[in-house]
């Protein structure tokens, strides 16, 4: 799980300059045995492990490079409630009762992250001052509205409101958006701080957290599971694989559902006025199909996340890669210097829904589609209480899951890469 992080600059990356000390943990060696063996150290792994063990669970969780050094801990940090698939989208492919009762549970996400970080006193800039989606097209608007009267009156969610274009560039300071819809309860954080947050929970309720312990097999037996690294396995009744993107060849079911998708962000030097870019402190996306997405960090510097690349190589230059991006938005910062750049690697599904789910001995969630910040400690979470048999959340998601990308593996990802090059050419052409 390790090889499709290198050259995505992590060490780098402003979160890792302004992370909390952590203390890099051994790696597996030998044999061991516990009740529950989690893949992945990100925050569905962790959140996962730490609901276990709290539930008196033996746990053992396997990072194969760093704890939060994969998606958890390299994105936008942006808290958006919901799911990537609107209320809208969800009511035309679901119906209005099986929808609501998907969004409610998604919005427990919110809950699940802020109830931690209150729990555990962890200090990760938690901002919940709302999420801005700005209208980059007037015809957005129209969508947005359909959203808000969809949200209010099927889904009983009553937070959001429409910005006309002199309040939406009021409250973000961008010659590009025409309109907005506001959520309140939206807000960001440092996705870094937050997971290591999470590790230490994981710490001090007894789980056995191995760094540098990439998991090579995989394999069910009478017993429950087996995992083997390099230098040792783990023998449990059940197994959580939490590794997103960097998950591979674990599970076949698994991998043919998500497809990686990088991204890449910079950071400016702290700004005189941070307040006249974003006036309220919101986390800030746009309409596009590939996303602009930004905001203001604690010590007031705007964190800039724009462009995507659909092959696994990333850019030379990740600075003058997103600063296009970032000039396209706030011409004002042409200027500017950009002092931090790093990318991340994130999983997407063909429906855009999360793919969560069970095959016995072995559970998953993935593909959060680029709104794992919250949604990932929730999947952590649904999957801890499935094994406590309470399944019927979990099950609620597995009944929607993605359809594997269509291609097999040696077609897939080319497929995959012509499709989001036609949407990000119409995006480019408005």
Not at 122 to 146: E, N, P, Q, W, Y
Not at 239 to 261: E, H, T
Not at 313 to 329: C, G, H, I, N, W
Not at 386 to 394: T, Y
Request: glycine share 12%.
């Amino acid at each position: 799980m390790t090889a499709l992080n290198e050259g995505l600059g992590m060490a780098g990356s402003w979160y890792a300059a302004t992370a909390h000390p952590w203390v890099t943990l051994p790696a597996l060696s030998g044999d061991e045995t516990s009740d529950l063996v989690v893949v992945g150290g990100g925050c569905t792994g962790l959140a996962a492990a730490l609901y276990a063990a709290r539930a008196g669970r033996s746990v053992v969780l396997l990072e194969g490079g760093r704890v939060g050094w994969g998606a958890s801990g390299r994105n936008g940090g942006q808290i958006i409630p919901g799911l990537r698939k609107g209320a809208v989208e969800l009511v035309d492919m679901l119906g209005a009762d099986r929808a609501k009762v998907l969004f409610e549970l998604s919005l427990e996400a919110r809950k699940v992250v802020t109830g931690l970080i209150a729990e555990y006193d962890i200090k990760c800039d938690l901002a919940l001052t709302g999420h801005l989606l700005g209208a980059v097209k007037r015809g957005d608007m129209s969508a947005f509205a359909k959203e808000a009267e969809c949200l209010d009156q099927v889904m009983g969610y009553r937070h959001v409101r429409l910005l006309d274009q002199a309040e939406a560039r009021a409250a973000v300071a961008t010659p590009e958006f025409c309109g907005a819809l506001v959520d309140e309860m939206g807000g960001h954080l440092h996705p870094l701080n937050y997971t290591l947050g999470l590790a230490r929970a994981c710490l001090s309720a007894g789980v056995r957290v191995f760094e540098g312990s990439e998991v090579l097999a995989l394999e069910k037996t009478a017993q429950g599971v087996e995992v083997r690294t390099a230098q040792g396995s783990v023998r449990a009744a059940h197994v959580i694989l939490a590794g997103d993107a960097l998950l591979r060849g674990l599970s076949p079911q698994v991998n043919r559902r998500i497809m990686p998708v990088a991204n890449y962000q910079v950071v400016t030097e702290p700004l005189k006025s941070p307040e006249d870019i974003i006036s309220a402190n919101r986390a800030v996306s746009d309409s596009r199909f590939v996303v602009d997405y930004f905001r203001l960090t604690a010590d007031g510097r705007l964190l800039f996340g724009g462009g995507e690349r659909y092959t696994p190589d990333p850019p030379r230059d990740m600075t003058a890669f997103v600063r296009p991006y970032l000039e396209r938005a706030f011409p004002q910062l042409a200027s500017v210097r950009l002092t931090h750049a790093w990318g991340g690697l994130v999983s997407v599904t063909l429906s855009r829904l999360p793919h969560i789910g069970r095959d016995g001995a072995v559970l998953y969630a993935h593909g959060y589609s680029g709104q794992g910040v919250i949604l990932s400690s929730l999947a952590g979470k649904l999957m801890s209480k499935a094994l406590d048999g309470d399944a019927a959340p979990l099950e609620q998601f597995a009944a929607v899951a993605p359809p594997p990308f269509p291609g097999g593996r040696a077609l897939s990802r080319p497929l995959y890469m012509l499709g989001m090059a036609w949407y990000a050419m119409r995006d480019r052409l408005g």
